[in-house]
Protein backbone atom coordinates (compact mmCIF):
# COMPACT_ATOMS: atom_id res chain seq x y z
CA UNK A 1 0.00 0.00 0.00
CA UNK A 2 1.53 3.47 -0.77
CA UNK A 3 2.34 5.62 1.97
CA UNK A 4 0.41 9.00 2.50
CA UNK A 5 2.17 12.15 2.19
CA UNK A 6 1.77 12.78 5.74
CA UNK A 7 4.03 10.00 7.54
CA UNK A 8 6.69 10.85 4.74
CA UNK A 9 8.15 14.12 6.85
CA UNK A 10 8.33 11.85 10.41
CA UNK A 11 10.87 9.56 8.79
CA UNK A 12 12.94 12.65 7.37
CA UNK A 13 12.77 13.99 10.46
CA UNK A 14 14.61 10.99 11.97
CA UNK A 15 16.83 11.17 9.44
CA UNK A 16 17.89 14.54 9.97
CA UNK A 17 17.87 13.59 14.21
CA UNK A 18 20.49 11.11 12.96
CA UNK A 19 22.39 14.00 11.04
CA UNK A 20 22.47 15.84 13.98
CA UNK A 21 24.14 13.05 16.02
CA UNK A 22 26.56 13.03 13.59
CA UNK A 23 27.54 16.53 13.79
CA UNK A 24 27.78 16.53 17.19
CA UNK A 25 30.52 13.98 16.63
CA UNK A 26 32.15 15.69 14.11
CA UNK A 27 31.23 14.04 11.55
CA UNK A 28 29.87 15.28 8.13
CA UNK A 29 25.84 15.62 9.13
CA UNK A 30 24.20 12.74 7.15
CA UNK A 31 21.23 10.99 8.17
CA UNK A 32 19.76 8.37 6.76
CA UNK A 33 16.25 6.01 7.69
CA UNK A 34 15.24 2.91 6.00
CA UNK A 35 11.67 1.69 6.82
CA UNK A 36 9.68 -1.21 5.19
CA UNK A 37 6.14 -0.91 3.11
CA UNK A 38 3.85 -1.24 7.01
CA UNK A 39 6.13 2.03 8.21
CA UNK A 40 8.21 -0.22 10.04
CA UNK A 41 11.50 1.56 10.81
CA UNK A 42 13.81 -1.04 10.17
CA UNK A 43 17.07 0.81 10.69
CA UNK A 44 18.69 4.40 11.27
CA UNK A 45 22.20 5.79 11.05
CA UNK A 46 24.50 8.80 10.62
CA UNK A 47 27.37 9.48 8.97
CA UNK A 48 30.48 7.32 10.83
CA UNK A 49 33.22 7.26 8.64
CA UNK A 50 35.78 9.25 10.71
CA UNK A 51 34.61 7.52 14.19
CA UNK A 52 34.48 3.65 12.89
CA UNK A 53 37.49 4.77 10.42
CA UNK A 54 35.69 3.20 7.97
CA UNK A 55 35.61 4.68 4.35
CA UNK A 56 32.48 2.23 3.65
CA UNK A 57 30.38 3.84 6.55
CA UNK A 58 28.31 6.89 5.09
CA UNK A 59 25.14 7.17 6.76
CA UNK A 60 22.94 5.34 3.93
CA UNK A 61 25.54 2.41 3.40
CA UNK A 62 25.41 1.73 7.46
CA UNK A 63 21.36 2.07 7.47
CA UNK A 64 21.33 -0.49 4.60
CA UNK A 65 23.26 -2.87 6.31
CA UNK A 66 21.70 -2.79 9.61
CA UNK A 67 18.14 -3.14 7.87
CA UNK A 68 19.51 -6.09 5.61
CA UNK A 69 21.08 -8.03 8.67
CA UNK A 70 17.48 -7.53 10.36
CA UNK A 71 15.81 -8.98 7.46
CA UNK A 72 18.87 -11.31 6.93
CA UNK A 73 18.96 -10.31 3.36
CA UNK A 74 21.31 -8.36 1.04
CA UNK A 75 17.97 -7.46 -0.41
CA UNK A 76 15.36 -4.97 0.27
CA UNK A 77 12.91 -4.75 -2.15
CA UNK A 78 9.71 -3.44 -0.31
CA UNK A 79 11.68 -1.18 1.49
CA UNK A 80 12.23 2.82 1.51
CA UNK A 81 15.69 4.85 2.34
CA UNK A 82 15.33 8.13 3.54
CA UNK A 83 18.16 10.55 4.08
CA UNK A 84 19.19 14.33 4.14
CA UNK A 85 21.27 14.76 1.05
CA UNK A 86 21.65 13.03 -2.42
CA UNK A 87 23.77 10.12 -2.21
CA UNK A 88 27.15 9.79 -3.34
CA UNK A 89 27.94 7.14 -5.81
CA UNK A 90 29.12 4.48 -3.05
CA UNK A 91 25.79 4.84 -1.57
CA UNK A 92 23.16 4.76 -4.76
CA UNK A 93 24.70 1.97 -6.41
CA UNK A 94 24.52 0.16 -2.37
CA UNK A 95 20.83 1.08 -2.79
CA UNK A 96 20.38 -0.41 -6.41
CA UNK A 97 22.07 -3.62 -5.14
CA UNK A 98 19.99 -3.77 -2.27
CA UNK A 99 16.88 -3.45 -4.66
CA UNK A 100 15.12 -0.90 -2.61
CA UNK A 101 11.50 0.41 -3.61
CA UNK A 102 12.27 3.91 -3.46
CA UNK A 103 14.85 6.61 -2.02
CA UNK A 104 13.68 10.25 -0.70
CA UNK A 105 16.38 12.95 -0.52
CA UNK A 106 16.42 16.30 1.44
CA UNK A 107 18.93 18.31 -0.31
CA UNK A 108 21.01 17.76 -3.96
CA UNK A 109 24.48 17.38 -3.73
CA UNK A 110 26.07 19.04 -6.81
CA UNK A 111 29.38 18.46 -5.75
CA UNK A 112 28.99 14.53 -4.90
CA UNK A 113 25.77 13.18 -5.85
CA UNK A 114 25.60 10.70 -8.03
CA UNK A 115 21.50 10.52 -8.62
CA UNK A 116 20.55 13.83 -10.12
CA UNK A 117 24.35 14.78 -10.38
CA UNK A 118 27.69 13.24 -11.24
CA UNK A 119 27.19 10.14 -13.13
CA UNK A 120 23.68 10.03 -12.67
CA UNK A 121 23.97 6.29 -11.50
CA UNK A 122 19.90 5.15 -12.08
CA UNK A 123 20.26 6.56 -15.78
CA UNK A 124 23.19 4.47 -16.51
CA UNK A 125 22.41 1.44 -18.65
CA UNK A 126 24.54 -0.69 -16.96
CA UNK A 127 22.09 -0.37 -13.18
CA UNK A 128 20.04 -3.21 -12.53
CA UNK A 129 17.54 -1.71 -10.79
CA UNK A 130 16.20 1.42 -10.11
CA UNK A 131 14.33 2.68 -7.21
CA UNK A 132 11.77 5.43 -7.63
CA UNK A 133 13.60 8.94 -6.25
CA UNK A 134 12.18 11.75 -5.04
CA UNK A 135 14.84 14.51 -4.58
CA UNK A 136 14.79 17.65 -2.57
CA UNK A 137 12.11 17.36 -0.20
CA UNK A 138 13.77 19.53 2.75
CA UNK A 139 16.53 21.18 0.73
CA UNK A 140 16.81 23.96 3.28
CA UNK A 141 16.92 22.10 6.73
CA UNK A 142 19.73 20.33 4.60
CA UNK A 143 21.71 22.70 3.47
CA UNK A 144 21.70 25.06 6.80
CA UNK A 145 22.73 21.49 8.78
CA UNK A 146 25.63 21.18 6.05
CA UNK A 147 26.40 24.77 6.61
CA UNK A 148 26.46 25.27 9.87
CA UNK A 149 28.72 22.47 10.24
CA UNK A 150 31.47 23.48 7.34
CA UNK A 151 31.70 26.77 9.51
CA UNK A 152 32.16 25.70 12.63
CA UNK A 153 34.87 23.46 10.83
CA UNK A 154 36.67 26.15 10.13
CA UNK B 1 59.14 3.21 -3.77
CA UNK B 2 57.68 2.20 -6.91
CA UNK B 3 56.56 -1.87 -6.58
CA UNK B 4 58.37 -4.16 -9.38
CA UNK B 5 56.57 -5.73 -11.92
CA UNK B 6 56.88 -9.31 -10.87
CA UNK B 7 55.93 -8.66 -7.55
CA UNK B 8 52.15 -8.16 -8.55
CA UNK B 9 51.05 -11.54 -9.73
CA UNK B 10 51.21 -12.34 -6.07
CA UNK B 11 48.93 -9.72 -4.81
CA UNK B 12 45.99 -11.13 -7.62
CA UNK B 13 47.02 -14.46 -6.66
CA UNK B 14 46.03 -14.01 -2.51
CA UNK B 15 42.76 -12.30 -4.58
CA UNK B 16 41.84 -15.24 -6.45
CA UNK B 17 42.26 -17.21 -3.70
CA UNK B 18 39.88 -15.07 -2.01
CA UNK B 19 37.22 -15.32 -4.61
CA UNK B 20 37.97 -19.03 -4.90
CA UNK B 21 36.89 -19.43 -1.39
CA UNK B 22 34.04 -16.89 -2.05
CA UNK B 23 32.89 -19.48 -4.45
CA UNK B 24 32.77 -22.09 -2.37
CA UNK B 25 29.93 -20.49 0.03
CA UNK B 26 28.00 -20.06 -3.40
CA UNK B 27 29.21 -16.10 -3.57
CA UNK B 28 30.11 -14.91 -6.65
CA UNK B 29 33.19 -15.09 -6.90
CA UNK B 30 35.54 -12.01 -6.48
CA UNK B 31 38.46 -11.39 -4.35
CA UNK B 32 40.38 -8.43 -3.14
CA UNK B 33 43.73 -7.50 -1.62
CA UNK B 34 44.46 -3.84 -0.20
CA UNK B 35 48.35 -3.57 0.04
CA UNK B 36 50.18 -0.87 1.62
CA UNK B 37 53.24 0.87 -0.19
CA UNK B 38 55.83 -0.93 1.39
CA UNK B 39 54.50 -4.05 0.17
CA UNK B 40 52.14 -5.63 3.24
CA UNK B 41 48.90 -7.06 3.05
CA UNK B 42 46.78 -5.03 5.26
CA UNK B 43 43.66 -6.73 3.95
CA UNK B 44 41.90 -9.57 2.42
CA UNK B 45 38.45 -10.52 1.59
CA UNK B 46 35.94 -12.55 -0.98
CA UNK B 47 32.70 -11.45 -1.38
CA UNK B 48 30.33 -12.24 1.22
CA UNK B 49 26.60 -10.20 0.43
CA UNK B 50 24.77 -13.31 0.42
CA UNK B 51 26.68 -15.13 4.03
CA UNK B 52 26.52 -11.70 5.92
CA UNK B 53 23.12 -10.75 4.32
CA UNK B 54 25.27 -6.87 3.43
CA UNK B 55 24.32 -5.79 0.28
CA UNK B 56 27.36 -3.72 0.69
CA UNK B 57 29.42 -6.61 1.26
CA UNK B 58 31.85 -6.85 -1.43
CA UNK B 59 35.39 -7.95 -1.93
CA UNK B 60 36.73 -4.47 -2.30
CA UNK B 61 34.66 -2.40 0.57
CA UNK B 62 35.27 -5.75 3.14
CA UNK B 63 39.21 -5.50 2.36
CA UNK B 64 38.73 -1.38 2.51
CA UNK B 65 36.77 -2.02 5.55
CA UNK B 66 39.44 -3.78 7.33
CA UNK B 67 42.52 -2.26 6.38
CA UNK B 68 41.13 1.23 7.54
CA UNK B 69 40.18 -0.49 10.56
CA UNK B 70 43.99 -1.81 11.17
CA UNK B 71 45.13 1.55 9.89
CA UNK B 72 42.72 3.53 12.40
CA UNK B 73 41.78 5.65 9.43
CA UNK B 74 38.94 5.88 6.62
CA UNK B 75 41.73 6.95 3.87
CA UNK B 76 44.24 5.02 2.47
CA UNK B 77 46.47 7.03 0.24
CA UNK B 78 49.60 5.06 -0.02
CA UNK B 79 47.37 1.82 -0.83
CA UNK B 80 46.56 -0.19 -3.97
CA UNK B 81 43.83 -2.64 -4.07
CA UNK B 82 44.15 -5.85 -6.16
CA UNK B 83 40.88 -7.12 -7.08
CA UNK B 84 39.52 -10.14 -9.52
CA UNK B 85 36.91 -8.19 -11.13
CA UNK B 86 36.65 -4.74 -12.57
CA UNK B 87 35.03 -2.80 -9.47
CA UNK B 88 30.95 -1.77 -9.61
CA UNK B 89 29.77 1.78 -8.86
CA UNK B 90 29.44 1.22 -5.39
CA UNK B 91 33.54 0.10 -4.85
CA UNK B 92 34.85 2.46 -7.47
CA UNK B 93 33.27 5.33 -5.62
CA UNK B 94 34.73 4.02 -2.12
CA UNK B 95 38.33 3.51 -3.63
CA UNK B 96 37.64 7.17 -4.14
CA UNK B 97 36.62 7.73 -0.55
CA UNK B 98 39.34 6.21 0.81
CA UNK B 99 41.59 7.91 -1.14
CA UNK B 100 43.67 4.68 -2.99
CA UNK B 101 47.18 5.18 -4.62
CA UNK B 102 46.11 2.30 -7.15
CA UNK B 103 43.73 -0.25 -8.24
CA UNK B 104 44.66 -3.46 -10.12
CA UNK B 105 41.89 -5.13 -11.52
CA UNK B 106 41.89 -9.23 -13.52
CA UNK B 107 38.82 -9.24 -15.55
CA UNK B 108 36.94 -6.21 -17.09
CA UNK B 109 33.28 -6.24 -16.34
CA UNK B 110 30.89 -4.60 -19.07
CA UNK B 111 27.75 -5.67 -17.19
CA UNK B 112 28.56 -4.20 -13.93
CA UNK B 113 32.13 -2.48 -14.08
CA UNK B 114 31.91 1.09 -13.37
CA UNK B 115 35.85 2.09 -13.74
CA UNK B 116 35.80 1.25 -17.87
CA UNK B 117 32.21 0.94 -18.25
CA UNK B 118 28.86 2.51 -17.20
CA UNK B 119 29.44 5.41 -15.11
CA UNK B 120 33.29 5.29 -15.45
CA UNK B 121 33.36 6.85 -12.90
CA UNK B 122 36.60 8.06 -12.12
CA UNK B 123 36.19 9.90 -15.23
CA UNK B 124 33.32 11.83 -14.27
CA UNK B 125 33.95 15.90 -13.14
CA UNK B 126 32.46 15.32 -9.97
CA UNK B 127 35.10 12.35 -8.35
CA UNK B 128 37.76 14.00 -6.02
CA UNK B 129 39.90 11.33 -6.26
CA UNK B 130 41.02 9.65 -9.30
CA UNK B 131 43.71 6.98 -8.48
CA UNK B 132 46.19 4.91 -11.34
CA UNK B 133 44.17 2.17 -12.87
CA UNK B 134 45.39 -1.03 -14.42
CA UNK B 135 42.99 -3.02 -15.46
CA UNK B 136 42.52 -6.72 -17.28
CA UNK B 137 45.58 -7.96 -15.84
CA UNK B 138 44.50 -11.41 -15.47
CA UNK B 139 40.91 -11.51 -17.95
CA UNK B 140 41.38 -15.20 -18.54
CA UNK B 141 41.71 -16.62 -15.18
CA UNK B 142 39.03 -14.21 -13.55
CA UNK B 143 36.52 -15.02 -16.62
CA UNK B 144 36.56 -18.80 -16.51
CA UNK B 145 36.26 -18.57 -12.45
CA UNK B 146 33.65 -16.52 -12.58
CA UNK B 147 32.36 -19.00 -15.47
CA UNK B 148 32.21 -22.03 -13.69
CA UNK B 149 30.13 -20.30 -11.15
CA UNK B 150 27.42 -19.11 -12.94
CA UNK B 151 27.06 -22.76 -14.71
CA UNK B 152 27.52 -24.60 -11.46
CA UNK B 153 24.81 -22.49 -10.68
CA UNK B 154 22.00 -23.34 -13.10
Given at each position: MPRSES????F????????CRAAEKGE???GAVVVASDGTVLA????????????????EILALRFAAKKRNSPRLPDCDLYVTLEPCAMCAAAISIARLRKVVFAAYDP?????EHGPRFFSQPTCHHVPEVVGGV????A????????VDKR
Open positions: SSPSMDLAFEEAVPVQAGNRTETDADPSAHAKGGAIDEERRALLKTFF
